[in-house]
């Protein structure tokens, strides 16, 4: 892949373009599948894809992306796009494009990657099947149970003599989860295969799909309420609320003092998490970033391009996606930071209130985010009936409520990796069915 990436550099020079950039990624993995009564089925993966940015002397820059390409497929890829496009006058970013990389290596390889086979899927099968029919989990009903496992080569050179790599594994375990007539697919996406922990993740499709009710708390009855929101529900938030994080925001939003528990990090470096890189998939190396720090709005993330037009630096979050060869400004590992406080501390201060364990949004209007809400009623540390009601906020209204922050966080992946600890905040009932926070 490295001797390719120069060729296709020197292609690019010869097409006519003064700066070329070569970002490729191989994946290979393995996918098991199990369906109740049937046998464990085996799938092998690999993709193999080269995406290309190149760059006039001024104007923007043209790209291309090519999947098990051949030499003749890169040049007839330059070819097109350097006549089928025109550069600007206007100045680019050429110059921004990193030259060389640190030796920084974040925890993200598993050395067991190649022992995990169809074995090691059964015997986690047998494992998920003792826990299922223990007597905590009476009802819950397993419908598919599916294990990846995907090694990813990443190279990245540019014509500035920018040349680095990196590998990184994941596997990942899906339960289809089924009790009475609600379904629930729970997914946990981890580095090492020995942080996959069944009992957590079918405690947690249990807990979901008992907390799914059309019982709705008469809300218009109390006075203000506590919400505990389990990180579950705040990492989904704060999700909604990630992209107030990007480039450019709200001076409204940026000039408020939120409480000074708060803080909220972008950190790419992080030993055994999912998000973590040594550098962004411009060859940008970031560094732990506080978004948020003690309740003060302290800066975006960017990438080199969007950087560029503010007239400041890569924050190091410029990543690629299956659909695009250019890069956009992505997330790495987005968490809220914990405190000292224990969950116990946080309900017994609360005295009573409301486990938020799950979340949808409804709708997104002039007057902030709905969210359809699912969880327990609660006293001290007593777990009561299951409630639905719906809960209405703004970022700015959301963080300024937070009253107390716990020790204990999770991490949920998908396109990044987010965290949360368990969060609690107070709401005003609006209606019948809505809190306001």
């Known amino acids: 892949m490295a001797e390719l990436h120069q060729d296709i550099l020197e292609d690019g020079i010869k097409a006519g373009f003064s ?52 030499a003749q497929a890169i040049k007839s890829a330059f070819n097109i796009v350097y006549s089928t496009n025109l550069p600007g006058e206007k100045p680019n970013f050429r110059d921004k494009l990193p030259k060389e990389v640190k030796q920084v290596s974040p925890s993200i390889y598993d050395d067991s990657f190649q022992s995990i086979d169809i074995h090691s899927f059964n015997e986690l099968i047998d494992k998920i099947n003792e826990i299922i029919i223990s007597p905590a989990f009476q009802g819950l009903k397993l419908k598919r149970i599916h294990l990846s496992k995907c090694l990813k080569k990443i190279y990245i050179a540019n014509t500035n003599n920018l040349q680095a790599k990196y590998i990184k594994t994941n596997f990942s375990l899906v339960l289809h989860a089924l009790q009475k007539n609600n379904r629930i697919v729970v997914k946990e996406n981890r580095v090492f295969f020995q942080q996959l922990d069944p009992y957590k993740i079918i405690s947690r499709a249990f807990n979901l799909l008992n907390s799914i009710t059309e019982t709705s708390l008469p809300l218009s009855k109390h006075k203000n309420i506590f919400l505990l929101l389990a990180p579950e529900a705040s990492v989904f938030i704060l999700r909604e609320f990630s992209h107030y994080f990007k480039v450019s925001v709200d001076k409204e939003i940026t000039s408020f003092q939120y409480p000074a528990m708060l803080n909220i990090i972008d950190n790419p470096f992080m030993d055994g998490q999912t998000g973590s890189v040594p550098f962004d998939d411009e060859g940008t190396q970031g560094q732990e970033k506080y978004l948020i720090r003690k309740g003060v709005f302290n800066q975006v993330i960017t990438d080199i391009a969007s950087a560029f037009k503010t007239g400041s630096v890569s924050t190091g979050n410029g990543f690629r996606s299956e659909r695009t060869p250019v890069p956009t400004v992505r997330f790495s590992n987005l968490y809220i930071n914990p405190t000292v406080l224990s969950l116990n501390n946080l ?52 963080f300024l409520k937070i009253l107390k922050i716990s020790k204990e966080i999770k991490y949920f992946s998908s396109a990044y990796n987010i965290g949360s600890p368990y969060i609690l905040v107070e709401g005003t009932p609006k209606h019948d069915t809505m809190l306001q926070v």
């Open 347 to 398: 309900m017994t201060d609360a005295g009573e209130g409301i486990l938020v364990s799950l979340l949808k949004l409804k709708q997104v209007d002039k007057d902030g985010y709905v969210f359809s809400a699912y969880g327990y009623r609660f006293e001290n540390d007593d777990i009561l009936e299951p409630v639905h009601f719906y809960i209405q906020t703004t970022f700015k209204s959301y």
């Open 19 to 70: 700066t070329v950039e070569a970002f490729g990624e191989t994946a290979t993995g393995q996918e098991y599948e199990c369906f109740p009564g049937e046998s464990s089925s085996l799938h092998s993966t690999e993709t193999r894809r080269i995406n290309v940015r190149a760059f006039w002397e001024t104007g923007d820059p043209v790209g291309f992306s090519l999947s098990n390409p051949d």
